[in-house]
């Protein structure tokens, strides 16, 4: 799923869909988190599916969003420990 052509043909996402697609993210990273420690491959799926979703949505996905703390959000911390992760991992199989 996580391959380059996967990434590079993925539809692109209305507008519309933005603020959906901006939550399934934010659930998918939360639930990756909560299984980095105990489920790494659960973890890196979540987190591979928040790319995808990143990635073919574009820069618009961001429009409108909150800036800075959101209730239900990530912590700064938690935020911080995915970014860690993904700049560890993303380039691995």
Do not use: C
Request: glycine content about 6%; proline content about 6%; cysteine-free.
């Amino acid at each position: 799923m996580h391959s380059s052509e996967t990434l590079r043909t993925a539809p692109r996402v209305r507008d519309s869909d933005m603020p959906k697609r901006r939550q399934i993210v934010v659930e998918l990273l939360r639930a990756g988190l909560e299984v980095l420690d105990t489920n790494r491959e659960a973890a890196t799926r979540h987190i591979l599916k928040a790319r995808l979703i990143l990635e073919t949505a574009g820069p618009s996905i961001f429009e409108g969003a909150a800036v800075g703390l959101v209730p239900g959000g990530l912590a700064p911390w938690q935020v911080q420990r995915v970014k860690a992760y993904l700049e560890t991992n993303l380039d691995s199989p």
